[in-house]
């Protein structure tokens, strides 16, 4: 429960520092660790699986972790190996994707 505890705050700092990163840009931090850790952890205090993946060229992978209760985390690789949670919330909702329009069309 402790463990749980601590890392519902670790999540909490991480949307912090991410929302402070444009008021105090020098001291925001962001939260990083192993990714089999982070992955773990986020299954376990908060259910949350992975949605999908997008790859950034050659520097990182970003992966959209979302639990049934609508938890949320965009969690960052980078080619180390090296895994950051860059924006967790609550009120996730999934909607169908819409094909964009062509031009003229």
Do not use: N
Not at 9 to 27: D, E, I, N, R, Y
Not at 66 to 81: A, F, Q
């Amino acid at each position: 429960m402790a463990r749980e505890f601590s890392f519902r705050w670790v999540k909490l700092a991480a949307v912090g520092a991410m929302l402070a990163l444009s008021v105090f840009p020098t001291q925001a931090q962001i939260v990083c660790g192993r990714h089999t850790y982070l992955v773990a952890r986020l299954a376990e205090a908060f259910e949350e699986k992975r949605l999908g993946y997008g790859v950034a060229g050659e520097v990182a992978v970003f992966e959209v972790f979302v639990s049934e209760s609508g938890t949320w985390t965009i969690l960052m690789t980078d080619v180390k190996g090296q895994s950051c949670i860059l924006a967790a919330g609550e009120g996730w909702e999934d909607t169908l994707a819409t094909p964009v329009r062509q031009p003229g069309g």
